[in-house]
């Protein structure tokens, strides 16, 4: 018997235990999959809470519910991977040892690398939406907050989900109005880009939607300290942005668990090839999702086009062969922006998002980089393909692993 | 697209950074500099480029947090040196793409 280790039971890796679970020979192969907790979070709806349009049972399941069954689920800490002998150590000191390991142990927010972020003012004018906790929190504050400067803050790149902040500068923008209060907010986007977004195409068309709404944006803004008391976010440059609410995306982390193996980068990412998703750490190591350091973006999505990719070359490198190159950083995101709105891109490693339609050539009915209501409905149609084809790993209806370009408006 | 800089035809991108290292030299580094508001640059300033080129060839993204760990310059100096926007002035100014933040 042959031993598959998967190292998350997240987005990733549960979508990784069931593809392999149909790709492997149950005969050959006993397929193990650890994660620390019991509820599988859908983070896309983390947006919606503050607002009160997803209720927290709306985003939560038990990992367990998608587990397939064959698929040998731990709870336990991981504590350490030890790549010379093959072997990963847990908290309560069980060893598992494989012949190949699956590492997607996700990306975490990390509110203690910024001065004066935690503390006394945190979760009472200082909050995340990217946690659960931080999303409910900032729902509370929400229901009967009197107004004044609200800024919406990136504390350093990359970040998963990198649109979600200017999303939730969009729904600000939406909720407020209909409060009958957007006279007596001020909103604010502070980032460390040069520009709403860092794609030059869609910065424009997100830029003009923020310009539109009467938002206001900070650019090239790297945040150095935050003085809870004074209510200002200070940058290395001496800048100040003064605020009343401060809704922070904090710096995104790898787990410390590639530390303490001594194989993350410097936030503790994995270093990865870009295209097999084979990692740079050993030959018998893969990874996928957030924990990678691909410059793709961390999405779900991108996870879900790096599943189908990653099972083959589980399945070549089985067989001894050459690893397929293909994944191609494909990313396809719905933004919200409000007023039951939405944005769709669709974009990879070498080509940036522009207008057209998706996913059909010249019909859509989807329309990439322009607001429309169907796209919204995109987006929360989202939730349930999340649960009910993504993480089982269903087939996608003619969405490809690799980014197609057929219908944009490349010029 | 080809620009002229500090007396040598170079080829650029759209927003002015150089599309071949080899082009480069210490003359270009420094009217690049001058044009981004950077009137005096010194060997502190020419210790990050290295840094940044170096780490250009080896492949790996460069990030703020990233050159402050460097061991050349934390942070706050990195900012001094290249006011406003560090990343995209030094790499500008070393030869290098600009940076990408993963998206
Ligand atoms: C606010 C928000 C909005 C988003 N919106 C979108 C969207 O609209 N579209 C989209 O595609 N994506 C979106 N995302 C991103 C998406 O949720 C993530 O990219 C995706 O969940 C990543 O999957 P993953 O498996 O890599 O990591 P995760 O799903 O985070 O899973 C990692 C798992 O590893 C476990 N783990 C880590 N370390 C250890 C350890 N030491 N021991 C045991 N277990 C461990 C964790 O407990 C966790 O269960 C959003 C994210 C946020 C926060």
Known sequence: MKNLVILGAGTAGTMMASHLKKKLNISDWTITIVDQYKTHYYQPGFLFLPFDTYKPEDVKKTIDEFIPKGVKLVREKIDIIDKDSDTVVLENGTKLKYDILILATGTKTAPGEVEGMLGDYWYKTIFDFYTFEGALAL?????????????????????????????????????????????????????????????????????????????????DFAVEHIDGEKGVIVDYGGDEVPFDLLVTIPTNMGDEVMLRSGFGDDLNYVPTDKNTLQTTVKENIFAIGDCTNVPASKAG??????????????????????????????????????????????????????????????????????????????????????????????????????????????? | MEKVIAGKSVDVDTNGYLTDLSQWNKDIAIEIGNEEGINEVTPKHFEVLTYLQEQYKKDIALTIRGVGKSGVVDIKELYTLFPKGPLKISSKMAGIPRPKSCI
């Not at chain 1, 990136?154 to 979600?164: L, Q, R, S």
């Not at chain 1, 007596?184 to 460390?192: G, H």
């Not at chain 1, 994944?327 to 409000?338: K, L, Q, R, V, Y």
């Not at chain 1, 329309?367 to 993504?390: D, P, V």
């Open chain 1, 139 to 219: 729902r509370d504050k929400l229901k009967d907050w009197k107004g004044g400067k609200m800024v919406v803050h990136i504390t350093e790149m990359p970040i998963k989900c990198p649109v979600a902040p200017l999303e939730f500068a969009f729904l600000a923008d939406s909720f407020f109005l209909k409060k009958g209060m957007r006279d007596k907010v001020e909103i604010t986007y502070v980032t460390p880009l040069s520009a709403a977004f860092t794609k030059e195409k869609s910065s424009a068309a997100l830029g003009h939607l923020l310009k539109e709404k009467g938002i206001k944006i900070v650019p």
């Open chain 1, 301 to 411: 999505s991108v996870a879900h086009f790096q599943a189908e990719i990653l099972t083959e070359n589980i399945l070549l490198y089985i067989d001894g062969k050459e690893l397929k190159p293909d994944f191609d950083g494909h990313a396809n995101c719905f933004i919200e922006t409000g007023h039951g709105k939405a944005l769709l891109i669709d974009f990879n490693y070498d080509y940036e998002p522009v207008k057209g339609k998706f996913p059909f050539a010249g019909i859509g009915p989807l329309n990439l980089l322009t607001e429309s209501r169907l796209n919204h409905w995109g987006k929360l149609a989202f939730r349930w393909i999340y649960w009910n084809m993504l993480l089982p790993a269903r087939k996608l209806p003619f969405i490809t692993p690799k980014m197609s370009k057929s219908g944009k408006n490349f010029d």
